[in-house]
């Protein structure tokens, strides 16, 4: 199912996520996610964005590709949601950082509150967890915060053929 959120078309939206899932979420992981992410990740649940690509920078290749293929669910009755896969990944990720978007290869978009200014009402920054990438520099900084990262999205391009 198609829809239009903010100025962005979203594509592969499940239904609405009540926010008993998302408070839930919230506690156990002791975050509070920024109200731009959850806007849209409650009423596009699972889904992404039609222009879902985007570079990061790779500090052994330089100038990467890649996309925001889904966002993670937030309802709990999901097998992909939320809190499940960080449950899988957090002995591999550094502490406070959140996924909530995969890029269909293993690495996630994910939320970098190791600051912890957010709890002033400063949203997190999001990062880019490489897996392949063992050090700190498997933490690939993207934007300052959600509304930046969705800016950087662009139509994925074509190969030749």
């Known amino acids: 199912m198609k829809k239009m959120i903010g100025n962005l078309e979203w594509v592969n939206c499940k239904s609405m996520v009540d926010k008993e899932s998302v408070q839930k979420i919230e506690l156990e992981l002791g975050v509070q996610f920024p109200a731009d992410y959850l806007e849209i990740a409650s009423q596009c649940d699972g889904g992404r964005p039609a222009q879902n690509a985007f570079t990061v920078q790779d500090p052994e290749l330089g100038p990467v590709g890649t996309s925001l293929e889904a966002l993670l669910s937030l309802d709990l009755r999901s097998s992909s949601n939320l809190l499940t896969v960080y449950s899988w990944l957090k002995d591999q990720l550094p502490a406070y950082i959140i996924p909530f978007g995969e890029d269909g290869g ?24 490489a897996h392949e990438i063992e050090s700190q520099e498997s933490i690939i900084p993207l934007s300052e915060n959600f509304a930046q990262f969705l800016q950087m999205l662009q139509s994925p391009r074509k190969l030749p053929e």
């Open 106 to 129: 293993s690495d996630y978009v994910c939320f970098d509150y190791r600051s912890k200014v957010y709890k002033k009402g400063i949203t997190p920054k999001v990062v880019y967890w």
